[in-house]
C-alpha cells in the first residue's frame, strides 16, 4: 500500500515534443505529491507538486495531472529540451514521510 | 547559505569496517532524512528524525544506526558495513507545517568491497 508506481522507466523524446510520466499510488492517505528532478552526481531537487484537490497544476513548461478517483498522477513536459535531460522521480507525502518512485531517466535529443 | 552538505563525498569501505556519514542543514530545519538511492529503485527511507534527539526507522534501516544530537547535524553509521550497503546516500531535510518541500543534499556515494 505503501508503493508508488512509475513508468516508463526510461523515455526519448526530441527537442520541442512533450515528455509524459505516469504514477500510481494505493494509499488513499498520501495527501502531497511531488516530482523532483535529478541530474547526474546531483541531489534530486523539486520540481512542481500537488495536492490531492486539485485536477491541474502548470509552472512553466511543467504540468502535473492528477487524477484521484484513478489514484494516478502524471508529469507532462511542454517543449522538451535536451537540458531537461535528467532523472525524474515522483513522490507521494504523508504523515511525516514521503515514497518515492523508481524513476524514470529522460533523455531528450537535440 | 550552504543548505543540506554531506560529508565525505566518497568512501571506498571492506566488509566489516564501520564508518560514519555526516549530514549538516543550516536552514534550521525539524525534520532530517537519510535515503539510499539503488538503480530502479528511486530512494528509500533509512531513517528520520522529527526533532533534535528524536529518530525512527525508515522502510530499510537493518545495518544502519542514526544520532541527532544537534539540530543542524544528523548522522548515518554503518557499524559493519556489507557489499548489499553499496549504494549512494542521501540526506534531506525539511521544516515542519507549511511546505512539505525537501531539500536534499549532493549525496555520498559508498561502495563496500
Known amino acids: 500500500q505503501q508503493q508508488v508506481k512509475q513508468s516508463p522507466q526510461s523515455l526519448i523524446v526530441q527537442k520541442g515534443g512533450i515528455s509524459i510520466i505516469n504514477c500510481a499510488y494505493e494509499n488513499t492517505a498520501f495527501d502531497y505529491f511531488p516530482w523532483y528532478q535529478q541530474f547526474p552526481g546531483k541531489g534530486p531537487a523539486l520540481l512542481i507538486a500537488?495536492?490531492?484537490?486539485?485536477s491541474e497544476k502548470k509552472e512553466g513548461r511543467f504540468t502535473i495531472s492528477f487524477n484521484k478517483s484513478a489514484k494516478q498522477f502524471s508529469l507532462h513536459i511542454m517543449d522538451s529540451q535536451p537540458g531537461d535531460s535528467a532523472t525524474y522521480f515522483c513522490a507521494a507525502f504523508y504523515g511525516q514521510n514521503f515514497v518515492f518512485g523508481p524513476g524514470t531517466r529522460l533523455s531528450v535529443l537535440p | 547559505n550552504a543548505g543540506v552538505t554531506q560529508t565525505p563525498k566518497f568512501r571506498v569501505l571492506k566488509t566489516g569496517q564501520s564508518m560514519t556519514l555526516l549530514c549538516a542543514q543550516d536552514m534550521n530545519h525539524e525534520y532530517m532524512y537519510w535515503y539510499r538511492q539503488d538503480p530502479g529503485m528511486g530512494l528509500r527511507l533509512i531513517h528520520y528524525s522529527v526533532g533534535e534527539g528524536t529518530t525512527a526507522k525508515g522502510e530499510v534501516p537493518d545495518g544502519y544506526n542514526v544520532s541527532r544530537l544537534k539540530k543542524q547535524n544528523f548522522l548515518l553509521g554503518l557499524e559493519s558495513a556489507a557489499p548489499s550497503q553499496t549504494s549512494v546516500y542521501f540526506c534531506a531535510s525539511r521544516r515542519q507545517g507549511g511546505t512539505v518541500e525537501q531539500y536534499f543534499g549532493p549525496g555520498t556515494r559508498l561502495t563496500v568491497t
Open positions: 500537488i495536492r490531492p484537490d486539485v
